[in-house]
């Protein structure tokens, strides 16, 4: 470990779940410092987005963490500072601004976190630190499904589920920049930002059927599910695909359909992160916190998430004020 500038505290606070719940369940503890593997470096977290995973998570609803793992700090996405480097870990000087989306288990919403340098990003270079960290886990994930697994090429038309949230803005902002027709499913409230965000036609879902309007799709991008997902194979064209971030499709009705279909995991990966945020830094892609919390107010943070329909991000701020 190097000689560092940054004093640390004896003790950080983390907001845990010690059992499933809502909320109420949240509790904030005093944690020590947490201790540096190989590969990692230590940020002092500035600010941390809410993501529908972490409210999940609280209920006992995410299939990968049970009772086992409890008791458990919540929060994927961060925005802060370099105050530590593990002895092997080459460059992130102390003092460098970045975010990251994390794994499992190493949990952002609390004082200081250890983040694998793999999955850091320099934090961009205009925009404030609660922009920073709106962008990792909901960014990577769009970029992931279009790219990574949906293949989506210059000129295919792609049709986005659940377009105004969190991952759906930066969905409808990375296929538009690919130069693809962009259609998109969502209440017709929003209908202005995504056509400005780059949707060519946006269908509201609460009183129009998608198969009536659309169809000959190359890429539907899931992040509905359900009766949604299903109803989706009336609209993809052979040698098409869906791909969704929620419930696995039916690989009997891909066969029918000579479609392939897939659900997916969004990673952590720094390098790709780094390409967005460059894109932000160009002016290529916009971002919006739609409110900010103090981090003593988290079980306000997870209420609004918990009543749905954010068409944007919630962030956590350690210094909000
Ligand atoms: N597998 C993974 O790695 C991964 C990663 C990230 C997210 N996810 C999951 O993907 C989903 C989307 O994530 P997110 O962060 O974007 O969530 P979000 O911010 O809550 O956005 C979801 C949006 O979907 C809209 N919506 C609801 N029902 C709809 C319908 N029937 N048709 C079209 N739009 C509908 C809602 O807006 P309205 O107000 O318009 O209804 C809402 O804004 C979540 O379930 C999340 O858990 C999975």
């Known amino acids: 470990m190097e000689q560092a500038a940054h004093a640390l505290p004896e003790s950080i606070r983390a907001w845990r779940v010690t059992q499933f719940g809502d909320a109420d369940a949240l509790r904030c503890v005093t944690l020590p410092v947490p201790e540096l593997r190989n590969g990692e470096v230590l940020v002092e977290v500035q600010a941390a987005a809410l ?9 006992g609803r995410y299939p990968l963490i049970s009772d086992n793992d ?8 961060v925005a802060g500072v370099v105050v530590r480097r593990a002895g092997d870990v080459e460059g992130w000087a102390e003092g460098t601004r970045v975010c990251a989306f994390v794994g499992q288990g190493q949990g952002t919403f609390a004082d200081y976190v250890a983040v694998p340098a793999s999955a850091l990003a320099d934090a961009p270079r205009h925009g404030a630190i609660d ?3 709106a962008i990792p886990l909901a960014a990577l994930t769009a970029w992931q499904g279009l790219f990574d697994h949906g293949k989506l090429q210059r000129g295919e038309r792609v049709l986005i589920h659940g377009a105004s949230g ?13 130069g693809a027709h962009v259609i998109v499913t969502a209440s017709a409230q929003t209908r202005d930002a995504l056509n400005a965000l780059g949707a060519a036609e946006v ?7 998608f198969e009536e309007s659309t169809g000959d799709i190359d890429l ?3 992040l509905v599910g359900g009766a949604t997902q299903a109803r989706s194979w009336n609209v993809v064209k052979r040698g098409g695909a869906i791909v969704s971030t929620l419930g696995e499709p039916s690989q009997v009705e891909a066969a029918r359909h000579g479609a392939r279909a897939t659900r997916y995991t969004a990673s952590p990966n720094g390098k790709e992160l780094a390409h967005i945020v460059k894109l932000f830094d160009d002016g290529l892609l916009k971002v919006e916190v739609v409110e900010r919390f103090d981090f003593d107010a988290m079980k306000d943070a997870f209420e609004r998430l918990g009543r749905a329909h954010v068409h944007g991000k919630l962030v956590v701020m350690r210094d909000a004020a």
């Open 131 to 133: 922009t920073a960290a």
């Open 51 to 59: 993501n529908p995973v972490d409210l999940k998570t609280l209920q």
């Open 203 to 209: 269908i509201d879902y609460q009183s129009e059927r």
């Open 70 to 77: 409890l008791p458990y700090t919540l929060g994927r996405d």
């Open 220 to 222: 539907v991008f899931d």
């Open 166 to 178: 969190g991952v759906g803005r930066f969905a409808v902002q990375f296929a538009r920049h690919c």
